[in-house]
């Protein structure tokens, strides 16, 4: 891959919990598996075999449409105790390698091993090993692709399932991308695919052939993702579940202040604890966020973005007295002051950052 191209695999277990319960009980290998409520009650599917599957039925449907569907299908209750328990050793297994992960339900996580903690420069190689291992600490096969963004690494888990490794590299990505049904798309529900079937568009290549003004305009915001993705472009982070998304402290005072030397002070001691807070936890940011509630319980939150990622104490002060300075009604008496730092990250670079004062 390319330098300075991120490295993102997308493992997705295949046909999870049904997997689960024929691991369990061996003799309902091979046969339509439904785990859900049973047909004659009102529950519904949550995951099926491959083999229910080649009859229509899919999870989120009835159980009694699953049954009308394959009558010899073998419904079974779900166990999320041990699907939970199961993740976990699934999960064990990413965070040997990196600590950015992104799980998004059960069987299903990015992970960015751009840089991983076993120096291994292949994500095909690494995706390789992390189903291997899957497979001897589970028995359970799984799905992965490996690409530049996480769009393309999900398109990519789904190319070959079950058991299946796809490899998507940036010069394969509009081959890809342009053949791929509309409906396929991640991001693109039912409804929105419809909508574009009538539009005339069936694939990535009728897609993008779409303006983005014209996307915008027929489908909003979504527009510009469904422009940017078909074109192998997604920005988005592997958010792990341990970054905190912003970090914040706050002083509710004994009697309320009306005093902007009385509110600075305040400000100066949120920010040397805030700073302290973040500095033990290693992490820096880049907006600053000010939080006021006056004596009527009414708040305001303003937020404004530092030039760079930082957590010094002046700095954080700085911009939370132009905050305060500028969003303070000083008719109104003050009950709380907050400071926090959002957009998270870790390390930062205080001393090159200038304060625009
Ligand atoms: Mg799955």
Not at 107 to 123: F, I, P, R
Not at 286 to 301: A, G, M, P, R, S
Not at 321 to 337: F, I, M
Request: aromatic share 10%; with cysteine.
């Amino acid at each position: 891959m390319v330098l300075g191209m991120k490295k993102i695999i997308h493992i997705d277990m295949d046909a999870y919990f049904a997997a689960i319960e024929i691991r369990e009980d061996p003799s309902l290998k091979g046969k339509c598996v439904v785990v859900g409520g049973p047909p004659n009650s009102r529950g519904v599917v949550s995951t099926c075999s491959y083999e229910a599957r080649k009859y229509g039925v899919h999870s989120g449907m009835s159980s009694y449409q699953a049954w009308n569907l394959c009558p010899q299908a073998v419904f079974v209750h779900s166990h999320f105790k041990l699907y939970k328990e199961i993740s976990q050793q699934v999960r064990d297994i990413f965070y040997s390698w990196t600590d950015l992960v992104e799980p998004m339900s059960l069987d299903e996580a990015y992970l960015d091993v751009t840089e991983n903690k076993k120096g291994e420069e292949s994500a095909e190689k690494i995706a390789r090993a992390i189903k291997d291992e899957i497979f001897s600490v589970t028995r359970l096969t799984c799905s992965a692709g490996v690409s530049y963004n996480k769009f393309l690494a999900k398109i990519g888990s789904e190319l070959n399932k079950p058991d299946g490794l796809a490899i998507i590299p940036p010069e394969k990505a509009q081959e890809v991308l342009f053949a791929l049904p509309i409906g396929k798309f991640y991001g693109i529900g039912k409804v929105t695919a419809a909508k574009m079937q009538k539009l005339g568009i069936t694939n990535g290549a009728d897609l993008a052939k779409w303006e983005l003004k014209d996307l915008m305009k027929a489908f909003g915001k979504a527009g510009f993702f469904y422009y940017h993705v078909v074109r192998g472009i997604d920005n988005r982070e592997v958010i792990t579940e341990f970054e905190p998304k912003s970090i914040s402290c706050e002083s509710t005072f004994d009697t309320d202040l009306d005093s902007m030397d009385e509110l600075f002070a305040v400000l100066r001691k949120l920010s040397e604890r805030l700073a302290n807070r973040m500095a033990t936890k290693g992490i820096s940011g880049q907006n600053v966020v000010l939080k006021l509630k006056y004596d009527n319980f009414e708040y305001i939150t303003r937020s404004c973005a530092m030039r760079g990622s930082c957590n010094a104490p002046e700095v954080l002060y700085k911009y939370g007295e132009q905050l305060l300075v500028a969003n303070w009604d000083t008719a109104r008496k003050v009950r709380l002051l907050g400071l926090g730092v959002g957009k998270l990250d870790s390390g930062g670079d205080c001393e090159q950052l200038s304060i625009p004062l």
